[in-house]
């Protein structure tokens, strides 16, 4: 048996990560249920950033029109309850198979950072598993529209740590946001983050999608191991086993 500390307490009065369905990944809720968390104005969660979500025509990196291949899709008559106007639109635009459904590949080629990059596999595969359901490796347009959310909720929160407005995170503005979010992580593992998930530069910064992809995969964690810490102490003892199998049964 071995101990495992997690820093000076849990972060996290704010909840789970904006808009992520706890159906998805925590079991005995219903999918798509939840929605953002009530926080206080500054917190992890707080305030509202001009511009949509990635997905409409971009912008870099937040206020230049990008010249995209989707059109405007069809007209919002008709739309089901419970899905996003915009949402229903740019679903059948990203359809390109016309298939009923949002694929990996189909995601990651509408989903565009303010430097013009398409977001990575790892985390279109991660948000394709959070928003499906039925477990078939794509999502239809509820769990699209449902995605859609939350990936507008976590460009606001990006922006609002973009403090110099250069369209990505460098380290301080790592920091801050994660600190504010309740995580009390050293500069060591702040390093790790960056030289795992960033390109590799005197500088490092991390783009949107990477940002989406290290906080709601800490939030996963996190959770995993509260339950695992039933006296809220902040370390837990366990075998490398139940570690695994802990730490494999959350992956996303």
Known sequence: MSSYHYGQGYPGAAGQAPGAPPGSYYPGHPQYGGGLPSVAPGGPYGGSAPGGPYGQ??????????PGPYGQGPSVGGIPPGVDPEAYSWFHSVDSDHSGYISVKELKQALVNSNWSTFNDETCLMMINMFDKTKAGRIDLYGFSALWTFIQQWKNLFQQYDRDHSGSINYNELK??????GYNLSPQFMKLLLSRYC?????PSMQLDRFIQVCTQLQVLTEAFREKDTSMQGNVRLS???FLIMTASRML
């Open 176 to 181: 801050q946001a994660l600190s504010q979010m």
């Open 57 to 66: 025509p971009a912008t870099n990196p937040y206020n230049t029109p990008q």
């Open 240 to 242: 490398f086993e139940e």
């Open 199 to 203: 390109p590799r530069s005197s500088n």
